[in-house]
């Protein structure tokens, strides 16, 4: 996401620190040219007219006229304002003092909100609290079935009336039997309309006029560019919904919905789902957000992912393991799988502060080498697996034909554990060779 406005930033720092000093002319041109990429990136002309006129205020400021650093100052400035432009601050659900808490999600046809409540679901289930997901699309061919099935796939019950072809009737009853039946959280999913659809503009003015939700939902898709905040700031009028939620924004490589639509519609976007599996799914931090535009990573939301999937325990066997030089085939395979939970390798490497969305867009990154790895160990013997030194060249190269792969991956997947387990080895006794303290940036004493 944000691939192409990534990298016009980068063009952007290399025009500044050509610059020995900022002046109200070079400020003039460099501002220019972040118009430019804002409007290149499907930026809504009044959210970028907004966004540079006030950098170029900040910019102008005497602080930074005399500054001996004007890149970081720059920087700083951009950061700042990005931030300011996507939410300040991070909105959470309001859960209501009294259960159930009652949200609501709405949007157009084909935006996600099927798959978003259950994922919502999915998150909320996650954090011990005890949904029930209430399917009111009464239009979409197999809408009903659709939540039903992905709820039974997360453990989430959903609730339907058969034959009911009115949703208010369904949304009532769904929130009657979630107090009855004390669970914590109920998110209706409501049928996908036509912002011009007036009589479906009503359905969904009346649902939230009986259940009265706590929260009001309005799912978009990203990639629909400024017709995803034209619909927003119409959804918003009639219904005043409390939050935004972004759908394919991983695919939208301008990105211009996600920086134009909470300034238009003034409400926070709240989740950004980050992939089609129902634990894809993430809070929306404007911070963070604005990190990884400008080129700075993303570093806390690649350590929540990675202790989503890792426990304190297991990361702990782990370090034990590889200290002492146990860690085999079998450990490594855990560790694959954990790592595409993450995201895909192009979605965590954007988080790492320092990687070049450039480079990275060009970048030619194989997703489906995992799979020929994991197929080259499942391939392997419980033996072969433990203690890989026993894997001659015949075991090799029948390891190959099982796996449908090369002897040549296998000796590369091979040689690459064993110089792994050497680097471990060398850094459990305190040894970190000069080729790893230049990898990590340190700079030792020899």
Not at 53 to 67: F, H, I, M, N, Y
Request: charged fraction near 30%; charge should be neutral; proline fraction near 3%.
């Amino acid at each position: 996401m944000f691939e192409s406005l990534s990298s016009r930033f980068d063009e952007l720092y290399k025009k500044i620190r050509g610059q020995a000093r900022l002046t109200e002319a070079n400020v003039g041109e460099i501002t220019r040219d972040i118009r430019r990429a804002l409007l290149d990136a499907d930026v809504n002309y009044k959210v970028a007219k907004k966004f540079v006129d006030d950098v170029q205020a900040k910019a102008l400021g005497a602080e930074v006229l005399r500054s001996i650093n004007p890149e970081q100052q720059f920087i700083k400035i951009l950061y700042e304002e990005l931030v300011m432009m996507m939410g300040e601050s991070t909105q959470e659900i309001h859960f209501a003092t009294e259960f159930p808490t009652i949200i609501m999600v709405c949007g157009l046809q084909g935006s996600g909100k099927t798959t978003f409540t259950a994922k919502l679901g999915n998150l909320l289930k996650g954090k011990n609290r005890k949904p029930l997901l209430i399917a009111a699309d009464i239009y979409r061919p197999a809408a009903i079935e659709q939540l039903r099935l992905l709820g039974q796939s997360i453990d989430v019950p959903v609730f339907t009336i058969d034959g009911e072809k009115n949703a208010v009737t369904i949304a009532e009853k769904g929130v009657r039997y979630a107090r009855e039946n004390a669970y914590e959280t109920v998110i209706i999913d409501t049928a996908g309309r036509l912002s011009i659809d007036e009589v479906m503009m009503q359905e969904v003015a009346d649902i939230k006029s009986r259940v009265k939700p706590h929260e009001i939902l309005f799912v978009c898709d990203a990639m629909t560019g400024q017709d995803a905040v034209t619909t927003a700031k119409t959804f918003h009028d009639r219904l005043k919904f409390d939050g935004i939620v972004l759908t394919k924004l991983d695919g939208d490589a301008r990105g211009g919905a996600a920086l134009s639509i909470r300034s238009v519609v003034d409400e926070p976007i709240k989740f950004v789902p980050t992939g089609e599996k129902l634990d894809a799914i993430e809070t929306f931090h404007p911070d963070r957000m604005a990190s990884r535009i400008l080129g700075m990573g993303d570093v806390l939301s690649l350590v929540e992912r990675a202790e989503a999937q890792v426990s304190a325990e297991e990361a702990a066997k782990t370090e034990e393991k590889l200290r002492k030089n146990e860690f085999t085939f079998d450990d490594f395979l855990i560790q694959l799988q954990h790592i595409k939970k993450m995201g895909s390798l192009k979605e965590i490497l954007g988080m790492i502060p320092g990687v070049n969305a450039a480079q990275l867009a060009e970048a030619n990154i194989d997703e489906k080498s995992f799979g020929r790895i994991e197929a080259i160990v499942h391939s392997m013997t419980k033996e072969e697996r433990h203690w890989p030194h026993i894997l001659s060249g015949p075991r090799r190269a029948r390891i190959a034909l099982g796996s449908g792969t090369s002897v040549q991956e296998v000796n590369r997947l091979v040689k690459q554990f064993a110089d792994m387990q050497k680097m471990m080895k060398k850094l459990s006794r305190g040894k970190m060779s000069k080729q790893v303290r230049e990898l990590a940036g340190m700079k030792m004493p020899e």
